[in-house]
C-alpha cells in the first residue's frame, strides 16, 4: 500500500481544496508545501494581502468618505508603510491559523518542505535541514502556482524596482511610481499607489487596459483614476530602467523618460514547475511553465493532476479552489458537475469592477440583439448614505426570452453585488425576477430592480412601437 491516496504539492487554495476534499470522502490525502508558505502565493503575496492593504488603504486615506467630507478628508495625514502592512500582517497570520485547523481537523498531514517527482507515484520532500523523505501516493495533485515574471532585460532590486511579491515589503510610500502592465494586478496597485496619494504612471504596450470588461466600465475607471493624478501611457513598451541614487528613471520606446521613486513590474507570471523533475513522472511543462490538463484536471499522466495557476488561464484563487475540488472528486470516482461556464470577475480596483456574462462588444460582434438596463447609486437612498456617487449597475437583457445575458458593476460593493446577477443567470432566471423582487431598502441591491424597471420599460417601448 502506497503512503497516502493522494499527495497535493502546494498548498494555495487549488491544493488545499483537493487535499479537504479527498479527505472528506474518506481517503488519506498530504499536502507538501514550505512551513512559511502555508496557504500560497494567494495568501502570503497574492490575493490577501493586496485585498486586505486595498482596505487598509480605503480606510486610513478616507478616499470614499471625500464626496461626503470633501476632498481634503482623510483618516490619517501621513500614512506609513507600518500602518499598512500591520493590518496585512494581522489578516495572514489568522488565515494561516485557519488553513493549519483545517487541514488537522480533516487529518490532512502537512509535510513541510519542497516536492520533486523520483517516478510517477513517488515525490522527495525535501526539508529545511535539507533531508529527503520519499512519499508515495496513488493520485498525485500538482498545485504549485506561478511567481511573478521578471524580463531579463530590467535589473530588480526589490527596492526601488519591484514586482507583485517584492512590492509588498517596500520600506515607504512612494511619492511617485510606474507601473508596467495595466492588467488586473497593475491596476489594483495602480490604484492603492494613487490613493495613498503617490502620483502614478501606468505604461503598457496594449492600447488600452482591463479589455475583456465592459467598455464603459473601463472608462468610468480611467475617469476617476485620471482624477486621481494617474497618467496612462498606452501603446508604448519599455526600453529600460535605470537605477539612480535619487530615483529610477523608465525610459520608453518612443524616447519618453519618467523619474519616479519606484517602478512595479506586473508583466505576466510564470508557471512554479522547473523544481519539480517533471520528466520523472513522465510530464513537461511549456515556455511559461504551465501544465497541460484535460477537462478533468488530468495530465497527460492519468493518476497525476495539475490544478489552480500553474494550468493557466484564469489563474484565480476562486477558479483553482474549485479545480482542486473537482479533481479530487475526479480521482475517487465521485461525481462531478465541472466548473460552470458562468464565471464571475472580480477586480479589486478604486472603485472595484465586477462582472458575470457577456459584454456590450461581445454580443454585438456575435450579432446577439440586448436591451440595456442602468442603474445609478446616486439615484440609489443607500448610494447617497455611503456617499458613492459614481457606482452603477449594467444588465444586458435578451429582448427575446429576458433572460439575462451580462451583469456589469462598478463601485462600492461590486464584487458581493454581482452574486445576485450570478444567481438568477446560473438557475436561467429572467429579469421579470428582478423587477417583482423586493428587495431591502435602503441597499445597493436595489440597483438590480432599478436596472430591471429601466431595462424592461425600454423593451416595452420597442414591443409597442412593434405592434
Ligand atoms: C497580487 C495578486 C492579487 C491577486 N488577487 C486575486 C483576487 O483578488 N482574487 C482571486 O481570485 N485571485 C487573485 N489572485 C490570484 C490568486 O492568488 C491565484 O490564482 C491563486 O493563488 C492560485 O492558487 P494555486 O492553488 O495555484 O496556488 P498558489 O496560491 O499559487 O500557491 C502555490 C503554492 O505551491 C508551493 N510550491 C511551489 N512549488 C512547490 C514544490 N516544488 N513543493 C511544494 N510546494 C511548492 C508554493 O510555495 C505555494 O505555496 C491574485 C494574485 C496576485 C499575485
Not at 481517503?27 to 486595498?54: E, Y
Not at 520533486?116 to 496513488?138: C, I, K, P, Y
Not at 479530487?328 to 465521485?334: K, L
Not at 449594467?394 to 445576485?420: M, N, Q
Request: glycine share 10%; net charge negative; charged share 25%.
Amino acid at each position: 500500500m502506497r503512503d497516502y491516496d493522494i499527495l497535493v504539492i502546494g498548498s494555495g487554495p487549488g491544493g488545499q481544496k483537493a487535499a479537504i476534499a479527498a479527505a472528506k470522502l474518506g481517503r488519506r490525502a498530504a499536502v507538501v508545501d514550505r512551513a512559511d508558505s502555508l496557504g500560497g502565493v494567494s495568501l502570503h503575496t497574492g490575493t490577501i494581502p493586496s485585498k486586505t492593504l486595498r482596505e487598509a488603504v480605503l480606510y486610513l486615506t478616507g478616499i470614499n468618505q471625500r464626496d461626503m467630507y470633501g476632498q481634503s478628508y482623510r483618516l490619517k495625514d501621513d500614512i506609513t508603510i507600518g500602518d499598512l502592512t500591520s493590518r496585512t500582517e494581522h489578516v495572514v497570520g489568522r488565515e494561516v491559523d485557519v488553513i493549519r485547523s483545517q487541514l488537522s481537523r480533516n487529518r490532512v498531514a502537512h509535510l513541510p518542505g519542497t516536492g520533486r517527482f523520483l517516478d510517477e507515484h513517488t515525490v522527495a520532500v525535501r526539508d529545511a535541514s535539507g533531508q529527503d523523505r520519499a512519499v508515495t501516493a496513488d493520485f498525485v495533485v500538482i498545485a504549485t502556482g506561478t511567481r511573478p515574471a521578471r524580463p531579463a532585460s530590467v535589473e530588480f532590486d526589490d527596492r526601488t524596482v519591484l514586482d507583485s511579491d517584492s512590492v509588498l515589503r517596500m520600506e515607504r510610500v512612494p511619492r511617485s511610481m510606474v507601473i508596467v502592465g495595466a492588467g488586473v494586478i497593475g491596476m489594483e496597485y495602480a490604484s492603492m499607489f494613487a490613493a495613498l496619494g503617490s502620483k502614478v504612471t501606468v505604461v503598457e504596450q496594449r492600447e488600452g487596459m482591463l479589455g475583456f470588461c465592459d467598455a464603459e466600465v473601463v472608462e468610468a475607471l480611467r475617469y476617476h483614476l485620471r482624477d486621481l493624478a494617474v497618467t496612462f501611457r498606452f501603446g508604448e513598451t519599455v526600453a529600460a530602467v535605470e537605477r539612480h541614487e535619487r530615483g529610477t528613471l523608465t525610459v520608453l520606446a518612443s524616447g519618453k523618460k519618467i523619474a519616479a521613486d519606484a517602478v512595479m513590474y506586473s508583466a505576466g507570471r510564470q508557471g512554479l514547475t522547473e523544481g519539480l523533475d517533471l520528466e520523472k513522472a513522465g510530464l513537461s511543462a511549456d515556455g511559461r511553465g504551465r501544465i497541460a490538463v484535460d477537462a478533468d484536471y488530468r495530465t497527460a499522466v492519468p493518476h497525476i493532476y495539475a490544478v489552480g495557476d500553474v494550468i493557466g488561464f484564469p489563474a484565480l484563487a476562486a477558479t483553482s479552489m474549485e479545480q482542486g475540488r473537482t479533481a479530487a472528486y475526479h480521482a475517487f470516482g465521485e461525481p462531478v458537475h465541472g466548473l460552470q461556464d458562468l464565471q464571475p470577475i472580480g477586480i479589486y480596483t478604486i472603485p472595484e469592477i465586477s462582472f458575470v456574462g457577456r459584454t456590450e462588444d461581445e454580443l454585438t460582434d456575435a450579432l446577439v440583439p440586448f436591451e440595456v438596463g442602468v442603474s445609478r447609486y446616486r439615484e440609489l437612498a443607500r448610494g447617497q448614505i455611503i456617499g458613492d456617487a459614481h457606482g452603477m449597475l449594467k444588465l444586458l437583457v435578451s429582448p427575446g426570452d429576458r433572460k439575462l445575458l451580462g451583469v456589469h458593476c462598478f463601485g462600492t460593493g461590486a464584487t458581493e453585488l454581482i452574486h445576485i446577477g450570478h444567481a438568477v443567470m446560473g438557475c436561467g432566471g429572467t429579469v421579470d425576477y428582478l423587477v417583482d423582487a423586493v428587495f431591502n431598502y435602503p441597499t445597493l441591491a436595489e440597483s438590480y430592480k432599478v436596472a430591471a424597471l429601466d431595462v424592461t420599460n425600454k423593451i416595452r417601448q420597442i414591443d409597442r412601437l412593434g405592434d
